[in-house]
């Protein structure tokens, strides 16, 4: 079994900034990317960051300046550091991860449960 949990999602005024982490337990042999989605009310669920095992980073335009991602490979852990948060950051925030169960079998996504991530005064 493998879990991703997510967490650190929160109410903050416009300007402010979050730290959420996302950390994958279970049977893990290797994880290659990390990342993050979002999705807010009546939208597609985009692509917010991700991270390779060689710490190769890739951000969606919007937030490119503004949210850093990082991980912390002996923890299996992914983190997305968010600095002038706009309303329009306001999504629930998934992180994902490509994890290899043992060696030689296929790399699969896994998901996190979600973290609410609410920008407004």
């Known amino acids: 079994q493998v879990q991703l949990v997510d967490s650190g999602g929160d109410l903050v005024q416009p300007g402010g900034s979050l730290r959420l982490s996302c950390a994958a337990s279970?049977?893990?042999?290797?994880?290659?990317?990390m990342g993050w989605y979002r999705q807010a009310p009546e939208k597609q669920r985009e692509l917010v960051a991700s991270?390779?095992?060689?710490?190769?980073?890739n951000y969606a335009d919007s937030v490119k300046g503004r949210f850093t991602i990082s991980r912390d490979n002996a923890k299996n852990t992914v983190y997305l550091q968010m600095n002038s948060l706009k309303p329009e950051d306001t999504a629930v925030y998934y992180c994902?991860?490509?994890?290899?169960?043992?060696?030689?079998?296929?790399?699969?996504?896994?998901w996190g449960q979600g973290t609410q991530v609410t920008v407004s005064s």
């Open positions: 994902y991860a490509e994890i290899q169960r043992y060696r030689g079998a296929y790399f699969s996504n896994y």
């Open positions: 279970g049977s893990i042999f290797s994880i290659n990317a």
């Open positions: 991270v390779t095992i060689s710490r190769r980073t």
